[in-house]
């Protein structure tokens, strides 16, 4: 688990970010929550770039996340089946982050929420999958990248468990032949698209919210991080939540550096800081 730095919190005119933070989402009706992997780190599972980041400690660790060295080479593939397997993200459970979300849909205000993670954990905080965009698609399961089939994370697991290295689709392609495609979890990988629909229906709800709400992001990542300016230049008011200082903080009406799982359930109104 990372820790993340105390809250930069300094009243200006009286009023601390926390509180301007607060009001902004109290006066908001239409909230968009694009969040990223610091919001999980709370959770146990480590973020990318953040100070403790899995490729901060170790940079080479990005080369191999690309599709291309995924697709050809088996080396890169029986690694990524290992790391799957001993992947944090199956025994984490959501903290008082996600919940504030949770919460921030209770008030009848969140019209959707955009995530750069693959690890599942709104949805099981208890956001409604309706209003999710998992604009990085989900390790929750695996995609035949020959016929496109899916199939639950668990299942090839077990078969990785059992010895396979670098499992192939088992779905049937013909009379007693099996498609045998690469599997991959479904997820995307530097050099492969988006689904477009995923990051139309973004796009889309960051022009037409009233508030973008971005936590645990270093809004580095295109196109998910555009979803910041694209508010913006709709007339959006922006709340960055982020442990260090992001490119968009210029931009934003408030940009609060501090624990993400003390910071948004005070500005949610679900705790108070
Ligand atoms: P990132 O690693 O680039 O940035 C995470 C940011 O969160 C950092 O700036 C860090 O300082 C901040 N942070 C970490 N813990 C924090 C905390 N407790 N409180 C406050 N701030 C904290 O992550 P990103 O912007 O999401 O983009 C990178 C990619 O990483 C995404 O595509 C995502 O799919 C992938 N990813 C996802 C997970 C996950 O699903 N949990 C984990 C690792 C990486």
């Given at each position: 688990m990372q820790s993340a730095p105390a809250c930069e919190n300094r009243p200006v005119n009286g009023l601390s970010n926390i509180d301007m933070a607060r009001d902004l989402v109290a006066s908001a009706k239409r909230v968009v929550a694009l969040t990223g992997a610091g919001i999980s780190t709370a959770s146990g599972i480590p973020d990318f770039r953040g100070p403790s980041g899995v490729w901060t400690k170790n940079p080479e660790a990005e080369k191999l996340s690309t599709l291309q060295a995924y697709m050809s080479d088996p080396e890169v593939r029986h690694r990524a089946w290992q790391e799957r397997l001993e992947s944090p993200t199956w025994k984490a459970t959501p903290n008082a982050g996600h919940y504030a979300l949770v919460t921030l849909e209770h008030l009848g205000v969140l019209d959707t929420l955009v995530t750069q993670n693959i690890d599942g954990l709104h949805q099981?905080?208890?956001?409604?999958?309706?209003?999710?965009?998992?604009?990085?698609?989900?390790?929750?399961?695996?995609?035949?990248?020959?016929?496109?089939?899916?199939?639950?994370?668990?299942?090839?697991?077990?078969?990785?468990?059992?010895?396979?290295?670098?499992?192939?689709?088992?779905?049937?392609?013909?009379?007693?032949?099996?498609?045998?495609?690469?599997?991959?979890?479904?997820?995307?990988?530097?050099?492969?698209?988006?689904?477009?629909?995923?990051?139309?229906?973004?796009?889309?709800?960051?022009?037409?919210?009233?508030?973008?709400?971005?936590?645990?992001?270093?809004?580095?990542?295109?196109?998910?991080?555009?979803?910041?300016?694209?508010?913006?230049?709709?007339?959006?008011?922006?709340?960055?939540?982020?442990?260090?200082?992001?490119?968009?903080?210029?931009?934003a009406d408030i940009a609060i550096h501090g624990p993400i799982n003390e910071v948004l359930p005070a500005i949610v109104g679900s705790a108070p800081l």
């Open positions: 099981a905080a208890g956001t409604d999958p309706e209003r999710v965009v998992e604009i990085h698609g989900t390790m929750r399961e695996v995609t035949c990248m020959s016929c496109g089939a899916r199939t639950p994370m668990p299942e090839v697991l077990e078969r990785v468990k059992a010895g396979e290295q670098d499992p192939a689709c088992p779905e049937p392609s013909g009379p007693d032949k099996m498609c045998g495609g690469i599997l991959k979890s479904a997820t995307i990988s530097f050099g492969q698209n988006l689904v477009a629909e995923d990051l139309e229906r973004a796009e889309r709800a960051a022009s037409a919210c009233d508030l973008l709400l971005a936590v645990g992001s270093s809004l580095s990542v295109y196109p998910a991080a555009g979803l910041v300016p694209t508010a913006h230049l709709s007339g959006a008011r922006v709340v960055i939540v982020n442990g260090e200082p992001t490119q968009y903080d210029s931009i």
